[in-house]
């Protein structure tokens, strides 16, 4: 994963509403929710739900499936865990450079 990517997988789900978008799914499981369970759910008004959709579609964290009239939401966990393991990559690996002194100088 690059970095830019993971700023925005970050950025999107930095939103409350993104974010409890995000975990309402997620408790949801596999089978995913359609779109008029996660309004009623969230109480959100359609387009500010499609807005928000759309960016976590966008970032490869949801995707969605047209079933009959029905459009349902489901996780992509794959991509957070992408995310994750980002964050995690140089882990414990320590630092070859001299620790940066912490306090702030008089400038």
Do not use: W
């Not at 759309?54 to 991509?79: A, D, T």
């Not at 995690?88 to 940066?100: A, I, Q, S």
């Amino acid at each position: 994963m690059n970095r830019k990517l993971a700023a925005r997988c970050l950025a999107e789900l930095g939103n409350l509403t993104r974010l409890d978008i995000y975990r309402l799914l997620v408790r949801a499981g596999p089978s995913g929710l359609n779109v008029g369970d996660i309004q009623t759910r969230l109480g959100v008004p359609a387009s500010t739900l499609a807005f928000h959709l759309r960016g976590l579609i966008n970032v490869g964290l949801l995707s969605q499936e047209k079933i009959g009239r029905e459009v349902i939401c489901r996780v992509k966990h794959r991509q957070l865990t992408t995310v994750i393991e980002f964050l995690l990559e140089e882990c414990c690996k320590g630092f070859d450079e001299e620790p940066v002194s912490l306090t702030r100088r008089a400038g």
